[in-house]
């Protein structure tokens, strides 16, 4: 007794007078206030609140029009004997029809022909009709004054478009067993102090008032704070641990040329990569140019190699390295960073989106982010760049690290990275040293080491989903609950 609110008591009080149950609009209480105080009692287990689906009516213009003027069949009584034309020309033909086709299906006339003309003839039925009231009308009038129809009557005017139906939750209060126990025990409703203010204290008045005691147990609803999306909550997280690890974030764009996308790294002109179902092609600008010079450099390397090596040994196609396209990595960020900073040392990063023409399922998307990197200094090698992966995965949680050996056209040696989760080893993405062939043309001496890792796919592991396209789907419970990482 000594926890109940004012309001939970005043509720409990207005149960007791309705034997126990009540609508919540029934309470003599704002509803807002109502609605609190069954929240907290429920939580107490002294009263408990019945739902059932209602179905309410709404009477439209045409309902009304119908309650100001009647049913449009009752205009057929004054047109007995007479031609149907006389209906059309009085009322138009669309008003005819609608007058002519609910009196013949209420069985008041019928349509006969004579010298080629249609007249209207009022049945017994008819006749017995006239002047009587319309179930209809009468039916609208109980919408009207609250009351309830049946559902045969209501199809008919949903027909008609006289009203409009909609569903509502009803809800009955019950006080129960225990609640009744604690109506029966007595309940006192005396000013109670929840706050000490500042002016009680300097008055003294907190001398002469009750306090209400706090039931710590209470039911409280949930609230959930303003946050970020947990992919820009993780863009952030790894943004801060790369430049903690002193990296320089750079950007790129959307739409590239396939010579920066492509050639420059040495990926060849006639790679499965390269073709329209996994590159998505750009119609405006179908091109882009790129310096005469940085092609012919780049067009001698595929066709002859550079420092030893032999090139892929075809010829380079121009026209094909100013095509337009939406970038397929970030790479293409680094090596044009390299290109305008030639000189060691570097060490950057981007998180950026990248676009293939991938099949849409649980585990690919044809957008999504890619986490890029580079070390570039004297005597980088393959031992600094393990390490330095290492280090990242495990401030991002990640305890347990492996490499495999992998092939990539831009770089060698390569391998991909894994990390354990959950007792799997899972690929979260691809690294490696730069080929001379990527990096000579450029006048870049010194070794660089490259990496390219799913944003994505990490994500599903620290969030536990086993369905990337949840990322991107506007769950707002989900959202709601995940805790901020």
Known sequence: MEVLSPIEKKLLLELEKRDGKAKPEEIEMEMVKVMNAVSWLQSKKLVSIEEKLAKEYEITEEGRKFLNEGLPEEKIFDFDGQMVKNIEERFGKEEAKIIIGWAIRKGWCKIFEKNGEKYISITEEGKKAAGKERKEIEALQNILQGKKIDDEIANILKKRRAIKERERIERVIHLTKKGWDVVKAGIKIEEEISQLTHEMIISQEWKKKKF??????????????????????????????????????????????????????????????????????????????????????????????????????????????????????????????????????????????????????????PEFHQIEGIIYEENANFGMLKGVLKEFYARMGFEKIRYRPAYFPYTEPSMEIEVEWNGRWIELGGSGIFRPEVTKPFGIEEPVLAWGLGLERMAMILLGLDDIRMLYWSDIDWLHKLPLL
Not at 226 to 235: C, G, N, T, Y
Not at 241 to 250: L, P, Q, R, V, Y
Not at 345 to 363: C, G, L, Q
Request: hydrophobic residues 35%; proline residues 6%; contains cysteine.
């Open 212 to 365: 209400r005691k706090y039931d710590i147990k209470a039911f409280a609803p949930s609230t959930y704070p303003a946050k970020r999306h947990p992919l820009s909550q993780l863009i952030e997280k790894i943004r801060r641990i790369f430049s903690e690890m002193g990296f320089k974030e750079i950007k790129g764009n959307y739409v590239e040329s396939a010579f920066w996308n492509m050639d420059a790294l040495f990926i060849p002109q006639d790679h499965p990569a390269r073709d329209m179902q996994d590159t998505f092609y750009c119609r405006k600008p179908d091109k882009i140019e790129v310096e005469e010079e940085l092609i012919k450099k780049i067009a001698e390397v595929h066709e002859k190699g550079i420092d030893g090596s032999t090139g892929w040994g075809y010829k380079f196609n121009e026209n094909e390295a100013r095509k337009a396209l939406l970038r397929t990595h970030t790479t293409v960020n680094t090596i044009r960073y390299l290109y305008h900073n030639p000189k060691p040392p570097a060490k950057v990063f981007s998180i950026e989106r990248v676009f293939r023409r991938e099949n849409i399922d649980t585990t690919h998307l």
